[in-house]
């Protein structure tokens, strides 16, 4: 079964937010952080259970090669992306914190 995705609007400025960073360190990168990113909201439609729980009821899953976490809840049948953090920022300042 394929979960129905929500991305919240934080989530979604974090995402432009990293893809214009990326974009003007170079060119493409950006494009390839969006791509990454989204293999990871596929991967997380069919799996979403097999990240583990970090905090109240929040999830997070790696995306690969960029130092960002999707941060997410599962409720029912749909995953609602509350953030796209980086890692390199205050760990105290993610949602659920």
């Known amino acids: 079964m394929a979960f129905k995705v929500?991305?919240?609007s934080p989530a979604q400025n974090?995402?432009?937010k990293a893809l214009d960073w990326y974009e003007s360190k170079q060119s493409?990168?950006?494009k390839r952080f969006y791509?990454?990113?989204n293999d990871v909201?596929?991967?997380l439609k069919t799996n979403p259970e097999l990240f583990?729980?970090?905090s109240g009821d929040f999830r997070e899953a790696k995306i690969a090669g960029f130092p960002y976490v999707v941060i997410y809840e599962i409720n029912i049948?749909?995953?609602i992306v509350y953030a796209v953090f980086n890692t390199?920022?205050?760990p105290n300042k993610k949602p659920g914190k």
Request: glycine share 8%; proline share 0%; charged share 15%.
């Open 6 to 8: 929500i991305i919240t």
């Open 14 to 16: 974090d995402i432009f």
């Open 28 to 30: 493409g990168l950006g």
């Open 35 to 37: 791509m990454d990113y």
């Open 41 to 43: 909201i596929s991967y």
């Open 52 to 54: 583990s729980i970090k």
């Open 77 to 79: 049948d749909t995953l």
């Open 88 to 90: 390199y920022l205050n």
